[in-house]
């Protein structure tokens, strides 16, 4: 047997430790090296053993985790997947983990941790395992720019007859934050398909819409998709775009049964294809292969498809697939994103 990826299990629940530790360990790739019950605990242990992967909760006693994991990524960047008992309320702080430098979030079982622990083994199992390979970018690198609420720069809602789509999973939320920094407002549509739990979507599309020029919310059913706004697919349904006459809007539904990802990139990039050069698809960093065959699908009716590239990716399995489909017309640095995107938006 290979070698096993060493995970840190941090969580001030012992039976929350215990039940973790017996998932990860019935996989064949992963152990549990050690499990604390505060942050503290595992920063003395960080200075003397080393981790693949580490699972951190949020609310604990002496240290919470988002402070454990900013000083984390400054001093010594694991990869981290949050695992936490995620509310509504609380979806941002989920969504601040991510932009601290944590690669994946996990919603704690809402009934009780040995039958709901259970249900979620897989998810576990596959984001633990992701996320050990992940390439992390260190977190002083990353620029925040300033907040663009100038109305000047965000002009009145009009139709929009073109249409962009960007999918995403593992790394995809700061991919997607950098790019939208830089994104003119007078772009065509935008539909947004990351994957992520349903609680976090919503909270995704509120941090999105305060940092760049685009306006940005979560997809209802019927939204119209105008210039200047960008739509996030619910976490846990599926998004089609459909030709209304003058104007495209978009159609929200229960999750596809065909496929592990919900929101399913394959299928909204499939509804999108038909607009042919009037559609634009662009496929970020991301686990598994979800959106390989629906950019392939737009590519060849005409649209202009982009992939992201392996060094700025941190999961090159979703770009990778829609280069080898032949999906992808050109390969692009995360760095190049915005202006690859703002060059096809902006052209007449």
């Not at 053993?49 to 454990?68: Q, R, S, Y």
């Amino acid at each position: 047997m290979g070698q096993k990826y060493r995970v840190l299990v941090i969580d001030d629940s012992a039976l929350f430790r215990q039940l973790l530790t017996e998932i990860v360990n019935d996989a064949p790739d992963l152990e549990v090296a050690a499990s604390v019950g505060d942050p503290i605990e595992a920063m003395e242990l960080l200075k003397k053993e080393k981790f693949d992967v580490i699972t951190l909760d949020v609310v604990m006693p002496k240290m919470d985790g988002l402070e454990f994991l900013e000083r984390l990524m400054r001093f010594k960047p694991i990869p981290v997947v949050m695992i936490s008992a995620w509310t509504q309320a609380s979806s941002k702080i989920g969504i601040k983990s991510l932009d601290l430098g944590a690669v994946d979030v996990i919603a704690k079982p809402q009934t009780s941790y040995k039958e709901g622990i259970i249900l979620l083994k897989n998810e576990i199992i596959t984001k633990l395992r992701t996320a050990a390979q992940a390439k992390l970018s260190p977190v002083s690198s990353r620029k925040r720019a300033p907040c663009v609420k100038e109305s000047n720069l965000r002009p009145q809602t009009g139709i929009s007859d073109r249409i962009i789509a960007i999918g995403a999973s593992t790394g995809g939320t700061t991919a997607i934050t950098e790019i939208f920094k830089s994104l003119d407002a007078g772009l065509p549509g935008i539909i947004i398909i990351q994957h992520m739990p349903a609680m976090f979507t919503g909270a995704f599309a509120q941090t999105l819409d305060q940092i760049g020029a685009i306006r940005v919310k979560e997809a209802e059913d019927g939204d119209r998709i105008d210039k200047g706004r960008a739509l996030v697919v619910p976490g846990g349904k599926s998004l089609a775009v459909v030709n209304r006459g003058s104007e495209y809007r978009v159609k929200v539904g229960p999750p596809q049964g065909n496929t592990f990802y919900n929101p399913s990139i394959d299928y909204t990039l499939s509804s999108i294809a038909p607009l042919g050069e009037k559609a634009m698809g662009v496929i970020l960093t991301g686990m598994g292969d979800d959106g390989a065959k629906g950019l392939k699908e737009m590519r060849d009716k005409g649209a202009f498809t982009l992939a992201q590239d392996e060094s700025s990716s941190v999961v090159y399995g979703m770009p990778q697939k829609a280069v080898e489909y032949g999906g992808a017309m050109k390969v692009v640095n995360l760095s190049q994103m915005a202006m690859e995107i703002n060059q096809w938006g902006l052209m007449e």
